[in-house]
């Protein structure tokens, strides 16, 4: 009997069978991952690992996320097709793919010029046309946007970030990790429809943390 042939196919055929056997259950978070070329989000030093279910480094200091948080965080936000998606860091742009081919528009926030402009160029390629992005501080969320149906976080705010939370609709959801160590919380902030918030716990993950302002870049 021969070997199944490695191809980025059958290498996102397995991810995809792991994410589900650690509880990324969804059909649709999985398929938007599946249709997720992760390969195209990863520097070229590290494209032989894009399959593998692990954080990756991308430039100024910051991660690819672990598709498996990836998965998790995603299917926690439980986005409707019509929803609005407020994204607190784009990164290398792959958490705001995956979140656009389940929402009709994302806004992503990014500090860091480099990588804001790397990740339009992938949208671009990769035909995005619902992801808005804004170079920015992303602790201050998007006032004039507000108030989004759901919203991202995707580095660790040191304390519930109430700012953020102001910008969700009464009933929306809030996805992040909190806390100041090398590892955080991450939590799910559920809005009762009446100014408060069910807060669930979804285990411990490791972030790079939510820094103020914007970066200087040399």
Do not use: H
């Not at 997720?36 to 991308?58: M, N």
């Amino acid at each position: 009997m021969s070997e199944e042939p490695d191809t980025p196919q059958t290498r996102m055929a397995r991810l995809i069978l792991a994410l589900r056997s650690q509880g990324v259950t969804d059909p649709r978070v999985l398929d938007a991952i599946e249709k997720t070329p992760r390969e195209l989000f990863t520097p070229d030093l590290f494209k032989e690992r894009a399959f593998e279910d692990s954080a990756l480094p991308i430039a100024c200091g910051q991660t690819i996320s672990q598709p498996f948080i990836v998965g998790l965080m995603t299917q926690a936000l439980t986005i409707e097709p019509r929803a609005r998606v407020l994204e607190i860091g784009t990164g290398s742009g792959y958490q705001a793919a995956v979140l656009s081919k389940m929402a009709r528009l994302v806004y992503t926030v990014e500090r860091y010029r480099t990588l804001m402009q790397e990740a339009e160029s992938r949208f671009k390629a990769l035909g995005l046309t619902n992801i808005i992005t804004k170079f920015g501080d992303g602790g201050e969320g998007w006032a004039e946007q507000a108030p989004f149906d759901r919203i991202m976080v995707t580095a660790a705010a040191p304390e519930e970030p109430k700012k953020l939370l102001a910008q969700l609709k009464p009933n929306g959801v809030l996805v992040a990790p909190i806390g100041k160590g090398p590892v955080q919380s991450l939590r799910r902030y559920a809005g009762d429809g009446q100014g408060g918030f069910k807060v669930e716990l979804l285990g411990d993950v490791r972030f790079v943390p939510l820094l103020d302002g914007v970066a200087r870049e040399l």
